[in-house]
T-cell receptor, first 114, second 115 residues
Framework: AQKVTQAQTEISVVEKEDVTLDCVYE???????LFWYKQPPSGELVFLIR??????QNEISGRYSWNFQKSTSSFNFTITASQVVDSAVYFCALSEAGGNQFYFGTGTSLTVIP | GAGVSQSPSNKVTEKGKDVELRCDPI?????LYWYRQSLGQGLEFLIY????????KSGLPSDRFSAERTGGSVSTLTIQRTQQEDSAVYLC?????????????FGPGTRLTVL
């Protein structure tokens, strides 16, 4: 079974629109970590954020915000007032405290149209 | 400081040939990961190294795939008798330690094309 599901394969928005990228995870561990990475057209993955399972506070960083809800096993990512430079593939990932692996979702390709 | 580097950036090979892909992690990072990303797909875990511990090879798709990490630093991923389905981008990442809390830093990848 997929540990991380990103149901949205592709999303297109017009510049300045808000967009939310969904991420649903599955784990039996009580201690785990969730991540978002951005992969721009250049190809190199860039780390955006890490949350641990004990901290459900939502986080805002500029135009980016993250909504972590353990009740629904979701860790959604919202970009406010999107820009063309936000066009990329975004990956959600899970790691469990007891393991070595990172489990990546299949990614959501975001296109921001000028 | 320097990030994760990988070489070559592109590799084209013929079916049946062996290839070696190299990864230089960030200095001081003890953990090193290899992933495979096929076109339009997510990241598939291949192998993980942590210090001098035995590597976690659970993600290697077949015995044609192997990896080494010499001196706890540079790593080489070797694919023997390449097949067309091996065509993908191979990504290397490093992190400060084994804890799952440590974010991974990725290299630019090696794009492998098997003709």
């Amino acid at each position: 079974a997929q540990k991380v599901t990103q149901a949205q394969t592709e999303i297109s928005v017009v510049e300045k629109e808000d967009v939310t990228l969904d991420c649903v995870y599955e784990t039996r561990d009580t201690t785990y970590y969730l991540f978002w990475y951005k992969q721009p057209p250049s190809g190199e993955l860039v780390f955006l954020i890490r949350r641990n399972s004990f901290d459900e506070q939502n986080e805002i960083s500029g135009r980016y915000s993250w909504n972590f809800q353990k009740s629904t096993s979701s860790f959604n990512f919202t970009i406010t007032a999107s820009q063309v430079v936000d066009s990329a593939v975004y990956f959600c990932a899970l790691s469990e405290a007891g393991g070595n692996q990172f489990y990546f979702g299949t990614g959501t390709s975001l296109t921001v149209i000028p | 400081g320097a990030g994760v580097s990988q070489s070559p950036s592109n590799k084209v090979t013929e079916k049946g040939k062996d290839v070696e892909l190299r990864c230089d992690p960030i200095s001081g990072h003890t953990a090193l990961y290899w992933y495979r990303q096929s076109l339009g797909q997510g990241l598939e875990f291949l192998i993980y190294f942590q210090g001098n511990s035995a590597p976690d090879k659970s993600g290697l798709p077949s015995d044609r795939f192997s990896a080494e990490r010499t001196g706890g630093s540079v790593s080489t991923l070797t694919i023997q008798r390449t097949q067309q389905e091996d065509s993908a981008v191979y990504l290397c990442a490093s992190s400060l330690g084994t804890s799952g809390s440590r974010e991974q830093f990725f290299g630019p990848g090696t794009r492998l094309t098997v003709l």
